[in-house]
């Protein structure tokens, strides 16, 4: 009787291990998750590069002195 005992004890003990590690697995991989970004049909804002003029995705865009810049170079140009 006192093996079942000890089993039952163990076999709930694992449990809870087991179930403590799948939310710890859930809670890390939600911390993983980048940020959405919207879907591709909805409206964006739109920033203008101040170099050259291009339009595009203010989450694309660079901020700089002066304004938005489509890339690294234009952003340095305006240094």
């Known amino acids: 009787m006192k093996y079942l005992l000890v089993l039952a004890v163990l076999m709930v003990a694992f449990w809870l291990w087991r179930n403590g590690r799948r939310q710890d697995q859930a809670e890390a991989a939600r911390q993983q998750r980048p940020e959405p ?38 952003r340095a140009q305006a240094r």
Do not use: F, I, N
């Open 37 to 74: 970004r919207p879907a591709p049909g909805t409206p964006q804002p739109m920033a203008r590069c101040a170099s050259c003029g291009l339009h595009l995705p203010q989450a694309d865009a660079l901020p700089g002195p002066g304004g938005w810049y489509c890339s690294a170079e234009h």
